[in-house]
């Protein structure tokens, strides 16, 4: 049930026109996402069973473009795949310059 959720995940991810890793970037280029599951974000239970959870996670997506048209695709993905999100944060960061 966990890999099915975050195929859901991954499957909306890589249609977008950047590369995409899970954990972990290797051979970054200008553009690209990383992103995984952390932890379970929520469950319904009943009957002593658990009968329905939530996975939680994130996408990180690193890019040197101001106003990158990315930022909207990954929500329209998303919202399109019925996956639930939010966004967090918004950074820039000095030393890598992303």
Do not use: C
Not at 41 to 63: H, L, N, P
Not at 67 to 74: F, L
């Amino acid at each position: 049930m966990v890999h099915e959720l975050t195929e859901r995940v991954r499957l909306a991810l890589v249609s977008l026109p950047v590369d995409v890793f899970h954990y972990h970037a290797f051979k970054k280029k200008d553009r690209y996402i990383v992103w995984a599951e952390q932890a379970e974000g929520g469950s319904v239970e009943a009957d002593d069973r658990k009968q329905e959870f939530s996975i939680s996670g994130y996408i990180d997506f690193f890019t040197r473009e101001e106003n990158d048209p990315v930022v909207d695709m990954v929500s329209e993905r998303l919202k399109s795949a019925g996956i639930a999100f939010s966004l967090n944060s918004v950074q820039y960061e000095e030393e890598t310059r992303y």
